[in-house]
């Protein structure tokens, strides 16, 4: 089945730096877009940044200029490079994949998938 492994998350002193990587597996034919979203203690789930196929980005207006998605599609891989992070950036950070197409013996299927989330702490 697919997976979305996610790792990079931790501990660290505001403005400091952290790198989320997200890795999809499982007969992964094509992925239209990935992504990151975080989900703060108390709030909902928002957009963080995400990135098509094509290399197309969008970001939260509160991460602009600070983090930096990219993706090898070679590898199913999305990352994403935060900078200047503030308190305000603390979150379990979630990595998503949309519009994945896996090959099951001859059916193809389509789907959305979320990864399992991973921590990421400001503080000092």
């Known amino acids: 089945q697919v997976q979305l492994v996610e790792s990079g998350g931790g501990l660290v002193q505001p403005g400091g730096s952290l790198r989320l990587s997200c890795a999809a597996s499982?007969?992964?034919?094509?992925?239209?877009?990935m992504g990151w979203y975080r989900q703060a203690p108390g709030k909902e789930r928002e957009l963080v940044a995400t990135?098509?196929?094509?290399?197309?980005?969008n970001y939260a207006d509160s991460v602009k200029g600070r983090f930096t998605i990219s993706r090898d599609n070679a590898k199913n891989t999305v990352y994403l490079q935060m900078n200047s992070l503030n308190a305000e950036d603390t979150a379990v950070y979630y990595c998503?994949?949309?519009?994945?197409?896996?090959?099951?013996?001859?059916?193809?299927?389509?789907?959305?998938?979320w990864g399992q989330g991973t921590l990421v702490s400001v503080s000092s």
């Open positions: 499982g007969s992964i034919v094509s992925i239209n877009a």
């Open positions: 990135i098509t196929s094509g290399s197309i980005t």
């Open positions: 998503y994949a949309g519009g994945l197409k896996r090959k099951v013996y001859t059916t193809y299927y389509t789907n959305d998938y």
